[in-house]
């Protein structure tokens, strides 16, 4: 099963260049952590989104893990998840 997470940062482009890499390493501990596969942070899925990274597991429970068990940061102001069997 795969999640995407879709995401908006805040701040210029460059300032949002920076936060996804330091966010998407963040989340990839976590993903070790929780024992799910980090596919990658890519760029926008679509207009909508600044940024989206890709994860793999089991469950739709293991998908959500890395998010819940990391602190969201202040610039990090919207996300959505999308789940494909």
């Known amino acids: ?7 908006d940062l805040d ?3 460059s300032e949002r260049s ?3 890499k330091e966010y998407a390493e963040t989340l990839k501990k976590a993903c070790e952590k929780a024992k799910v596969k980090f596919v990658g ?7 909508k989104y600044h940024y989206m990274i890709l994860i ?6 293991d998908l959500t893990k890395p998010f819940m068990e990391t ?3 202040e610039w990090l ?3 959505e998840w999308k789940f494909y069997g």
């Open 41 to 47: 942070q890519y760029g926008a899925a679509n207009d």
């Open 1 to 7: 099963m795969l999640a995407m997470y879709l995401i």
């Open 71 to 73: 602190k969201r940061p």
């Open 11 to 13: 701040g210029t482009s």
């Open 18 to 20: 920076v936060r996804i």
């Open 56 to 61: 793999e597991g089991a469950t739709m429970a």
């Open 77 to 79: 102001y919207h996300i």
